[in-house]
């Protein structure tokens, strides 16, 4: 194993049982089979809309923070796709299951997480915090795919097919090798850093999930006033 592989070696070893959770979860397995009420998923894609506009803001502000040209120029095209290309999946979802409502608190909290290591955070951990976005997507996509075969048909093929899609897998690679190339760079302190905020993200990738199947409201809202 080489030095440029042990990052993201280590952080899918120190994640392995949570995605084992992230695959087995009743919103992943019924995505894959297609039972999924539209209920959830509607929740779920409005959810993530407004989580991809705070992921993009968090990418750009990691091209403007990059310390390599190429890196820059990874980020802040990956900030457009964030914010063009999976909008408008996300765009005739909601607009067909004519899906609203307001925040959840677990997608505040992730949108808000990313966004304050994106500004106050080193550009390693920056790099970190992003990747389980990427990576872990890529990953359910490709494993839906495979169980799923075709997707002709498939209520839910058009999300499959997005993150199983080999343009996707090959953003993730680079956003990999960028993490790998940033941490065998670091000292230790900046490496656990790294491998911190990765493993919250991660955590944050399964609590949205779980916030989407149970539909997850503000426990506080019927004391608010609009």
Known sequence: MSAQDMFCDDVWQRTAELMRAVHEHPFITALGDGTLDRERFGFYMVQDARYLEAFSKALATASVRATAADDAAFWAQSAHTALA?????????????????????????YSSYLQATALTAPYPVIAAAVLPCFWIYQDVGTA???????????????????????????????????????????????????????????????????????????????????
Do not use: N
């Open 85 to 109: 290309a999976e909008r408008m999946l996300h765009a005739g979802y909601i607009e067909e299951l004519d899906a609203k409502g307001p925040t959840s608190p677990t997608c505040l909290a």
């Open 144 to 226: 839906l795919l495979e169980r799923v075969g075709d997707t002709a048909g498939h209520p839910y093929g058009k999300w499959i097919s997005t993150y199983a899609d080999p343009g996707f897998a090959a953003s993730v690679e680079q956003a990999k090798a960028i993490a790998d190339r940033l941490a065998a760079a670091a000292g230790p302190d900046t490496r656990e850093a790294m491998a911190q905020a990765y493993c919250r993200a991660a955590a944050y990738e399964w609590m949205f999930w779980d916030s989407a199947w149970r539909r997850e409201s503000w426990p506080t809202e019927r004391w608010l006033t609009a």
